[in-house]
């Protein structure tokens, strides 16, 4: 599978407009779309941070999807975001959909590595980061994503709840340093809201 991100910042009094206009629409315009297989919507209102991404069965299903949607995905964040970044990667390892309720919070780990490292990399993390995660109290769902061309990933984790969220930093914390002892390097760490999360 493939997953288009999409980072979008801007001023955190209109974000709340902005959120509301893609909890209404968002699903219902991408699982139009042959190939969808989820989304997921994430933001910081108080820094002004929405986080996207929608998951796709193909990189073709991908491209044409990005096309089609485009316009109405800016017109959408229009009253809210003032920078824009989007990115594909590979949905390299992925655990089961699962339910999520309210309160639910996301670790995001952007990192670089490699291009050549890229299956050692997602390995390591299925044999050892994984498991550690799954382990976890609170743990909803986890996946790791690579654009293996350019050497650039991320991982994603979702807990129940903020609380669990907060308790899961250490232990995660141990799991990047066995990551970057692979020679992956860490380049940004995120904290955010879960706001809407659908796979199919």
């Known amino acids: 599978m493939y997953v288009r991100t999409g980072y979008f910042t801007g001023d955190p009094s209109t974000i709340d407009q902005a959120l509301d206009g893609l909890r209404a629409e968002a699903v219902g315009l991408l699982s139009a779309q042959p190939g969808y297989r989820g989304y997921g919507l994430f933001a910081d209102r108080e820094r002004g941070v929405i986080l996207m991404g929608s998951w796709w069965d193909t990189a073709q299903h991908e491209r044409d999807s990005a096309e089609r949607l485009r316009q109405r995905r800016d017109e959408l964040l229009a009253?809210?975001?003032?920078?824009?970044?989007?990115?594909?990667?590979?949905?390299?390892?992925?655990?089961?959909?699962?339910?999520?309720?309210?309160?639910?919070?996301?670790?995001l780990v952007r990192f670089d590595f490699e291009p050549d490292r890229g299956d050692e990399l997602a390995e390591g993390f299925r044999a050892g980061a994984l498991p550690a995660l799954q382990g976890m109290d609170g743990f909803v769902s986890a996946a790791l994503l690579l654009n293996r061309a350019v050497g650039r990933g991320s991982v994603g984790v979702v807990f129940a709840d903020r609380a669990a969220l907060a308790a899961s930093r250490g232990p995660q914390a141990a799991a990047r340093a066995k990551a970057a002892a692979s020679g992956a390097v860490v380049r940004s760490l995120e904290e955010l809201d879960v706001v809407l999360l659908e796979r199919s």
């Open 79 to 107: 009253p809210f975001a003032t920078t824009t970044a989007v990115e594909v990667l590979e949905a390299t390892v992925v655990t089961p959909p699962a339910p999520v309720g309210p309160g639910a919070g996301f670790r």
